[in-house]
């Protein structure tokens, strides 16, 4: 491992808060969807990383059950989606709002 | 080498979330997915960076952008107002950066020495199935699941409702169950 760990670290930190601040931001559900994705991978790295630090290889298994979870979730949060937009014409999250009190 | 992909995937990460078109930001995802693969293989993970190429960069983003074309959504509509969320995100994200970015560069230790078999598909999938094994099962039933359920979702509700309700006279009264039907199965 040529570069230290901490940069890793460092890289997946930021890409994590970016894709925080895009679920926050953004009103778009597709987009906002993809920031979430964009978290996963961030983690991922972590461990992926950590993994390495450790020399076990225990991390990229729990990798392979993010991959995996991430997939269905993604099938299903779609799905959502397209029926979203199939009953209200529109997938801006600021416009689902019938739960709100 | 690390550079290239860490500027690469913070581009990407700020196209991700800055793109006014949904398309736009499916292609900068898939931009950091491919770095995010080069950055596995530079750890010593070679089947997750098989794994990241394969259901990532292959099969999740060609999922969104199947939907996205599906939607064919116009860009988001410009907001009323000064949004409150924006300045919000902007606080949160300098704040959640620098903590997460402090927090992680205290992470020092030992690298602790491997061979050239750690991170094959050999080393992992023997860990998946030994020591892992029921988990992996359990991941199996989430795939399951997760496809019956999409299935379920992506049903026409119509379809549903229109056959229970005409179920009983079948025949040239209810055409429109059997278009949609067919439509569905499209």
Redesign the interface.
Known sequence: ???P??????????????????V?????A??V???V??ML?AV???L???????????G??V???V??????????G??????I??TRE???VDDVDLLRG | MFTITAVLGVAGGVGVIASRQPVHSALALLLVLLTLAVDYLLLDAQFIAVLQVIIYAGAIVVLFVFIIMLLRTAGEAPRPRAAPSLGFAAVLGTVMASALVAAVTMARGPVAPVDAAFGTVQQVGRALFHAYALPFEAASIVLVVGMIGAVALGKRAHVVADATRDGAEPGPASPRVVEAVGESRR
């Open positions: 491992m040529t570069v760990a901490p940069f890793y670290l460092a890289l997946s930190a930021v890409l994590f808060t970016l894709g925080t601040v895009g926050v931001a953004r009103r778009s597709l987009i969807f993809m920031s994705e964009l991978n991922n790295l972590t992926v990383t950590f993994a390495r630090l450790r020399g076990g290889v225990d990229q298994v990798v392979f059950f991959l995996v979870v991430a997939a269905a979730e993604v099938v299903i779609l799905a959502i989606i397209v029926n937009f199939r529109t997938v801006d």
